[in-house]
């Protein structure tokens, strides 16, 4: 069975970092591409990044520069190391199997809530 269990998130300010992880199991994670998405209250979910087996990265325009994803497959673990927060940051944030698709897949998990506040 799959399992993906998101830490790291919290509350910060405007300008502040935060450093997620996702602890993942159930699945060969060095073969797999993988992403991170975020929801925020009243909106749908969004991509922020992906990371493909081969290490390659993507991300959208309202992230890039800022956000970086990163994995270790010794430790089954990915990362999304987040800077320069802003106030549209905040959202659930949760990993996700696989690349790019048509529509973001719903969470597996709880996620991890992130919260900027001014």
């Known amino acids: 069975e799959v399992q993906l269990v998101e830490s790291g998130g919290g509350l910060v300010q405007p300008g502040g970092s935060l450093r997620l992880s996702c602890a993942a199991s159930g699945f060969i994670f060095s073969a797999s591409d993988m992403s991170w998405v975020r929801q925020a209250p009243g909106k749908g979910r969004e991509w922020v990044s992906v990371?493909?087996?081969?290490?390659?990265?993507w991300y959208p325009y309202s992230v890039e520069g800022r956000f970086f994803i990163s994995r270790d497959n010794a430790k089954n673990t990915l990362y999304l190391q987040m800077n320069s927060l802003e106030i549209d940051d905040t959202a659930v944030y949760y990993c996700a199997t696989g690349g790019l698709a048509p529509a973001p897949p719903a969470p597996r998990g709880q996620g991890t809530q992130v919260t900027v506040f001014s």
């Open positions: 990371i493909t087996s081969d290490g390659a990265t």
